[in-house]
C-alpha cells in the first residue's frame, strides 16, 4: 500500500510548488521518506526500489544495455589501476 503512498507523493508536486523544487533536487532516501511522513503518507525504502524496478521494466533493453555502458565507463574511470 505504501508504493500506492509514493505514487500520491509524486502526484502532489502537481499541486504543491515547493513540493515540486525539493523532489528536482537531489535528495537522500530519509528526506524523500520524511517528506511523504509529513503529507500523512508512508513509505519506505523498499517502496523506492520496488518504484525503480517498476520504470525499468517499461524501458527498452536497449536503453537499459546503454545506461549500463555509461556506469561501467564511469566505474572504469574511477577505479585506477
Known amino acids: 500500500m505504501s508504493l500506492q503512498d ?3 507523493l ?3 508536486r502537481n ?3 515547493e513540493l515540486a523544487q525539493r523532489l528536482a533536487e537531489p535528495l537522500s ?9 509529513e503529507r500523512g503518507l508512508v513509505i519506505t525504502e523498499e517502496d523506492v526500489f520496488l518504484a525503480q524496478q ?3 521494466s517499461s524501458v527498452p533493453s536497449s536503453e537499459l544495455q546503454r545506461r549500463m555502458a555509461d556506469d561501467s565507463r564511469r ?3 574511477f577505479i585506477q589501476g
Open 29 to 37: 532516501l530519509e528526506t524523500l521518506i520524511v517528506l511523504g511522513r
Open 15 to 17: 499541486d504543491e510548488p
Open 10 to 12: 509524486l502526484q502532489r
Open 75 to 77: 566505474l572504469r574511470h
Open 54 to 56: 517498476r520504470e525499468e
Open 6 to 8: 509514493l505514487d500520491a
